[in-house]
């Protein structure tokens, strides 16, 4: 075994997978850090996918993983490949729960959970408009599938 790129991970530390949009300036991004920092000095693993951006260097230098993926769309075909993306990190990075931050990255989030059979939490940051006539609730619903579902006061 190449010592450079192969990692041998002890199989009884729990890793945790944080999805949402991007890691830019804000709240939720501030809480993925503060979590990921939590996790990883309580001896976890954590590990959050997002399309990027300037809190990803924070996340590393707490000893977190970032993988890049496109989750800040919401075309139900990149959610679909999302999906499929999420389950095969869910299955090789041997991911205990999955923690989704905002809606879109929560339909992909939860599809690919489900089908690895791993818990699914939410975090909702704020209150989502129900959008004209209501539509936006069917949208809105995939944050209520966690199990539990967190709400920031």
């Known amino acids: 075994m190449d010592s450079n790129t192969d990692i041998v991970r002890d199989p009884n530390v729990k890793t945790i997978l944080q999805v949402l949009p991007a890691m830019s300036v804000g709240g939720v991004e501030r809480g993925t850090v503060e979590v990921a920092q939590a996790l990883v000095r309580s001896g976890w693993r954590s590990i959050v996918a997002s399309a990027g951006g300037q809190f990803v260097r924070e996340l590393e230098k707490c000893g977190a993983e970032h993988i890049e993926l496109p989750l800040q769309t919401k075309s139900p075909l990149a ?71 967190i709400a920031i006061s």
């Not at 869910?90 to 990255?105: F, G, N, Q, T």
């Not at 059979?117 to 069917?138: A, D, E, M, Q, W």
């Open 79 to 149: 959610i679909r490949r999302n999906s499929h993306a999420l389950a095969e990190i869910i299955s090789d990075e041997k991911i205990s729960l999955v923690h989704a931050r905002s809606r879109a990255p929560a339909w992909s989030a939860h599809a690919a959970a489900q089908k690895a059979n791993v818990p699914f939490v939410t975090t909702f940051h704020g209150y989502y408009g129900t959008g004209v006539f209501g539509l936006k609730k069917i949208w809105n619903r995939i944050m209520s599938k966690g199990r539990p579902e």
